[in-house]
């Protein structure tokens, strides 16, 4: 036990220090390993699927869609290769994250009030709006870049497993490495990550909206509202406007951007996936009026969360 | 020095319901108060207001600010146990401790993890993992290691075992009150914090129903245990409450004089379990 009544000195602070100083910046980094303690999907599932990633490049065949042989010849069309797989084996990281995430954001202020333990949180000098701000930073940033590294890791670590398997002949050699390419690729990469957490900001923000307002099933009560709405509409006015308005929140960054128009896979060959830095028109996403508004009504979204957090008091 | 918690005209509804109707009272530093009432007198949404919890009209001030608005810095100086075991379950022992370090400015980790020494925890243990007890000393634990100039405790054994009970008190007396410190508490066994308590505020139907100090309940109350063959006498002197057990009588009296009360039998100070017995069942006709 520490000292007992009799042996302070009157006035005297137990610590014997005063208070220890912490930033703002330091609380807001504690608070965002929190996040990891209790939320292990967000980092495990994407390690569970760079595990398969991995595993599916020692023993899985090698398919691209067009005849190797016939086609992968010259260095050019070598390093193509190896720049699509880098790409390619991202996108399962990615879609697991983006589950991963949704769920997280719907449960992070739900739970904590469900087993009360927001009682414990708020008994600690952290306020709701620092708290709520780093669930949002988690989703949007944290976990994003984290799987971006986590992309690039798996890159390296299934082209040297390939690496292996190519010396050893069971593979012909259909890649190349370039240095230069694997960067680029990992810049576009980075570029799409980051208009896509900003254009998917407003969802995060109303998923974070929910989870702090719902009383029970957050999951089911915050996609009645996107289903229900459609169906409604169309038997009211025969109109879809809403269906396109969610569709086009959930897929328009990558109209805008032009996705479709790039073309790594033709019939003449295979194109580096850095070439995209041409095609994509990441300046229409960034001036796009909707990325903003979607940016002012995340911030509202947040505001609304926060003051949820703050002030009801059924707990 | 300034009052740590002033309430004056404190009130609360949810919906018809008025939990708190006009509450006023003041807890000066370096007590330990009892906030003691039935279910649903109000306790629970008193302390909540104090802490910041939820809203209210009325005044209130605690440790000079507005728990309200001013809820962030009032953290730093308040700790709070709300009912039993509201530890997540899914936190280690050693991430509840590393937390708090990371947040709380007047944490000393060495003095929880000297405690935490002390009982059967380990500090790789999930919260799920340990006894009801247990998640009641590794909260204490926290508490323990924050400097803070309030203590809140609401209900904080509840459904405890006695081992746990006793210790927990003695610890809370031992090692953490100091004339510094305040201590405002609730609790249903009233008997096992009867010794520590230096000041009671019972509360009833969202109003204040006594408070006092407990050295005044001394001089201002008076129980009086007698036969029933002098109960007509003494019952002129007007008892707010008595009750009868085995043929004996025990009547409750306030602002008596021992001189008015003595011939008619055995005198004494009332426990405070007993004069909040007296108190919510006033058998009076006031």
Redesign the interface.
């Known amino acids: 036990?520490?000292?007992?009544?009799a042996d302070?000195v009157?006035?005297e602070?137990?610590?014997g220090v005063a208070?220890?100083?912490?930033t703002r910046a330091?609380?807001l980094?504690?608070?965002v390993?929190?996040e990891f303690?209790?939320h292990r999907a967000l980092w495990l599932a994407p390690l569970v699927m760079l595990g398969l990633v991995a595993l599916c490049a020692a023993i899985g065949r090698i398919h691209l869609g067009v005849e190797e042989s016939a086609t992968v010849q010259g260095e050019a069309q070598r390093v193509a290769v190896l720049t699509i797989i880098q790409a390619v084996l991202a996108v399962p990281l990615y879609v697991v994250a983006m589950f991963v995430v949704s769920f997280y954001l719907l449960d992070c202020l739900y739970s904590?009030r469900k087993?009360?333990?927001?009682?414990?949180w708020?008994?600690?000098?952290?306020?709701d709006g620092l708290t709520v701000c780093a669930k949002l930073l988690v989703a949007l940033v944290v976990v994003p870049l984290g799987v971006f590294v986590l992309a690039l890791l798996a890159h390296l670590l299934c082209t040297a497993i390939l690496g292996l398997r190519v010396l050893s002949g069971t593979v012909p050699v259909v890649f190349t490495w370039s240095t230069y390419e694997w960067l680029r690729t990992g810049w576009v990469m980075l570029l799409v990550t980051l208009l896509a957490a900003l254009w998917y900001a407003p969802l995060a923000g109303y998923l974070l909206v929910m989870s702090a307002w719902v009383r029970r099933a957050p999951v089911l009560l915050a996609t009645l509202p996107v289903v229900i709405g459609p169906i409604l509409e169309w038997l009211a006015f025969g109109t879809r406007h809403f269906m396109d308005f969610i569709n086009y929140r959930l897929n328009g960054v990558w109209w805008l951007l032009g996705v479709h128009n790039t073309r790594l896979v033709t019939k003449h060959g295979l194109y580096s996936v850095g070439t995209a830095l041409e095609v994509l028109n990441f300046r229409a996403v960034l001036t796009s009026v909707d990325l903003w508004l979607g940016l002012m009504v995340t911030g509202a979204l947040l505001y609304a969360a926060i003051r949820i957090r703050?002030?009801r008091?059924d707990? | 020095m300034t009052a740590v918690i002033e309430a004056r005209g404190l009130s609360k509804s949810y919906g018809a319901t008025r939990a708190l109707d006009g509450v006023s009272f003041s807890v000066e530093p370096g007590r330990i108060v009892g906030l003691i009432g039935p279910n649903g007198a109000g306790k629970t949404t008193a302390l909540?207001a104090i802490?910041g919890?939820?809203?209210f009209s009325g005044e209130l001030r605690v440790l000079g600010l507005d728990p309200c608005r001013e809820?962030?810095?009032l953290?730093?100086e308040v700790?709070?146990?709300?009912?039993v075991a509201?530890?997540?379950?899914?936190?280690?022992v050693r991430?509840a401790l590393?937390?708090?370090a990371?947040?709380?400015?007047?944490f000393?980790r060495r003095?929880a993890e000297?405690?935490l020494g002390?009982t059967d925890i380990r500090l790789g243990s999930r919260v799920r993992e340990l006894s009801k007890g247990m998640v009641t000393q590794l909260?204490l634990a926290l508490v323990?290691?924050i400097?803070a100039r309030l203590l809140v405790l609401d209900e904080p054994t509840l459904g405890l075992d006695l081992l746990y009970r006793r210790s927990f008190y003695d610890?809370l007396l031992?090692?953490y009150?100091?004339?510094?410190r305040t201590i405002l508490l609730t609790t249903h066994q009233v008997e096992e914090v009867e010794n520590l308590l230096t000041d009671v505020i019972f509360i009833n139907h969202g109003q204040i129903a006594l408070s006092a100090s407990v050295e005044d309940l001394g001089s201002r109350y008076q129980q009086l245990n007698l036969t029933s063959e002098h109960a007509a006498g003494a019952r002129a002197l007007q008892p707010f409450y008595e009750r009868e057990v085995f043929g004996r009588v025990a009547m409750f009296f306030e602002g008596r004089t021992p001189a008015e009360l003595g011939t008619f039998g055995e005198l004494r100070t009332p426990s405070i379990a007993d004069l909040f017995v007296a108190k919510m069942q006033r058998t009076d006709t006031r």
């Open positions: 036990m520490s000292r007992t009544v302070m009157p006035g602070r137990r610590n208070a220890t100083v912490r330091q609380v980094l504690m608070l390993r929190r303690w209790e904590e087993d009360r333990s927001i009682l414990f708020k008994s600690l000098p952290v306020s703050r002030f008091d707990i | 909540k802490l919890l939820t809203s809820r962030d810095a953290m730093r700790c709070f146990i709300a009912d509201v530890l997540p379950r899914w936190l280690r991430q590393e937390f708090v990371g947040v709380h400015p007047r000393d003095v000297n405690f002390k909260h323990l290691a400097d610890t031992n090692d009150f100091d004339k510094q």
